[in-house]
């Protein structure tokens, strides 16, 4: 079934995808990960920062390892945590000493149901990183940019020397996120995707899922009325009479791999939540519907 095979990923193998940015791809590919998740590394000098460094995998931290060479890691940074990002910070900072620095820890009691890859509780970061806070290095200087949204604690980092955005789940090239509740919040998002389409210094977008995005503003103005046509598109159904999550998904994401739709589900709770913030639409136990007067 030769139609079938996978092509071979480059997994285990540093390249250098742009100046002073390498990237090495995980080898933890699934219907929420693409190929898997890919891990920067910033800066050509004798200091390095690693970027998302993903899942606790021997393979990924023995490429990662080997690309650092002889140059000292002065900083693991992370986007968010998620178990396909952040595992991966603690046993590479124990064998190179390096600190953990970047997104916060997230401290939900209970982080309800997930359908993306579930959080990692064991995230212990040296220092958090406020907006607009840098970490620097040898010819290069990160900025943390506060993106909330996908989840509470998300950052991307702006690599300032090359207008270079590294955008972790927030914004991806080959696929929405997933912005599951609690943790997960459409409103923020949307202003998270609102703030970057303002930025105008940001000229190319390394994502931690799927290939660097060339043409970043018009993405996100792409994902800004994505989103707006999904709000249409629930309000529709409800007056339509598929007032339930369970009855919108199948019709709003035909033609979607089936294994997507909870996740789907958790993202039109999002936008419910949004609406309902909005007073744009009101919550009956399981079910939805139009306040009065809203047809
Ligand atoms: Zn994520």
């Not at 970047?102 to 907006?131: H, K, M």
């Amino acid at each position: 079934m030769q139609r079938d095979a996978e092509p071979e990923r480059p997994y285990a193998l540093a390249e250098t995808i742009a100046p002073k940015v390498r990237r090495v791809l995980a080898r933890n590919p699934s219907p929420f990960t693409y190929t898997g998740t890919q891990t920067y590394l910033v800066g050509d000098g004798a200091e390095v920062a690693v970027i998302d460094p993903g899942p606790a995998q021997e393979e990924h931290l023995a490429a990662i390892l080997e690309a650092l060479g002889e140059a000292r890691l002065v900083a693991i940074a992370c986007t968010h945590t998620h178990r396909d990002h952040s595992p991966a910070a603690a046993p590479l900072s124990a064998r190179t000493g390096a600190p953990i620095i970047g997104c916060a820890p997230l401290t939900l009691d209970d982080d309800g149901p997930r359908a993306d890859a579930a959080f990692d509780a064991d995230y212990r970061p040296s220092r958090v990183l406020a907006d607009g806070e840098s970490i620097s290095g040898e010819g290069w200087t990160l900025t943390a940019v506060a993106t909330p949204g996908h989840t509470s604690n998300h950052l991307c980092f702006a690599l300032e020397e090359t207008g270079a955005l590294f955008t972790g789940d927030h914004v991806m090239g080959w696929s929405t996120s997933v912005v599951s509740p609690p943790d997960g919040d459409m409103s923020d998002y949307l202003a998270s995707l609102a703030r970057l389409y303002e930025r105008t210094q940001d000229t190319i977008y390394f994502p931690a899922h799927g290939p660097a995005i060339t043409k970043p503003h018009q993405l996100v103005r792409g994902m800004l009325g994505h989103r707006r046509s999904r709000e249409r598109q629930i309000l529709r159904q409800i007056e339509a009479g598929n007032t339930t999550i369970p009855a919108m998904v199948p019709l709003m994401y035909k033609g979607v791999d089936e294994r997507l739709w909870p996740a789907a589900g958790r993202s039109v709770l999002a936008h419910l939540i949004d609406l309902e913030r909005r007073d744009l639409v009101m919550r009956c136990g399981d079910a939805w519907r139009l306040p009065e007067g809203i047809a």
